[in-house]
């Protein structure tokens, strides 16, 4: 076997290759995996979803929108409130988002409703809170454009 070269790794750069590895997954892998912020955001855009659902609905039905808010549910009810249940889409689902556990819903500028001309009844923000941090949308209070804000 004269002037053929062995090709392939050794054992100590292998365990030197895995040890990075490993302390990579160590130093990197729970914020990957951190459940609250995947949470959080997909909460804060189905929520943004159902604001401008919610504009969109009241000026379809030529009556205003109430967009009823608690810590944990954001839903969509007739201009009479929500003692007769949220409003329903096609299908017959009610029209609202439930926050997961470890995540709050609170709505700044008072009680939100959209006019049948869409606009809402003033400037208003709803805040998605996590442990890891919180996420604000932002409703316009002349136009009603939902802006979500980070």
Same mark, same amino acid.
């Given at each position: 076997?004269?002037?053929?070269?062995?090709?392939?790794?050794?054992?100590?750069?292998?365990?030197?290759?895995?040890?990075?590895?490993?302390?990579? #997954?160590?130093?990197?892998?729970?914020?990957?995996?951190?459940?609250?912020?995947? *949470?959080?955001?997909?909460?804060?855009?189905?929520?943004?979803?159902?604001?401008?659902?919610?504009? $969109?609905?009241?000026?379809?039905? =030529?009556?205003?929108?109430?967009?009823?808010?608690?810590?944990?549910?954001?839903?969509? +009810?007739?201009?009479? =409130? +929500?003692?007769?249940?949220?409003? $329903?889409? #096609? #299908?017959?689902?009610?029209?609202?988002?439930?926050?997961?556990?470890?995540?709050?819903?609170?709505?700044? =500028?008072?009680?939100?409703?959209?006019? #049948?001309?869409? $606009?809402?009844?003033?400037?208003?923000?709803?805040?998605?809170?996590?442990?890891?941090?919180? $996420?604000?949308?932002?409703? *316009?209070?002349?136009? =009603?454009?939902?802006?979500?804000?980070?």
């Amino acid at each position: 076997m004269i002037g053929r070269r062995q090709t392939g790794v050794t054992l100590v750069e292998l365990v030197a290759v895995l040890t990075l590895m490993a302390t990579l #997954a160590v130093a990197f892998g729970p914020r990957l995996f951190e459940r609250a912020a995947l *949470d959080a955001r997909a909460l804060s855009d189905a929520a943004a979803d159902l604001l401008r659902l919610a504009q $969109r609905q009241a000026m379809a039905r =030529g009556q205003p929108v109430l967009v009823h808010v608690t810590a944990h549910r954001l839903e969509l +009810c007739p201009q009479s =409130g +929500c003692g007769a249940g949220p409003l $329903r889409d #096609a #299908a017959g689902e009610p029209l609202r988002v439930d926050a997961p556990d470890g995540l709050l819903l609170s709505l700044t =500028g008072g009680p939100l409703s959209f006019s #049948a001309q869409g $606009r809402p009844s003033a400037p208003a923000e709803l805040e998605v809170s996590a442990t890891a941090g919180s $996420r604000r949308i932002r409703i *316009d209070g002349v136009t =009603g454009l939902v802006r979500p804000h980070v």
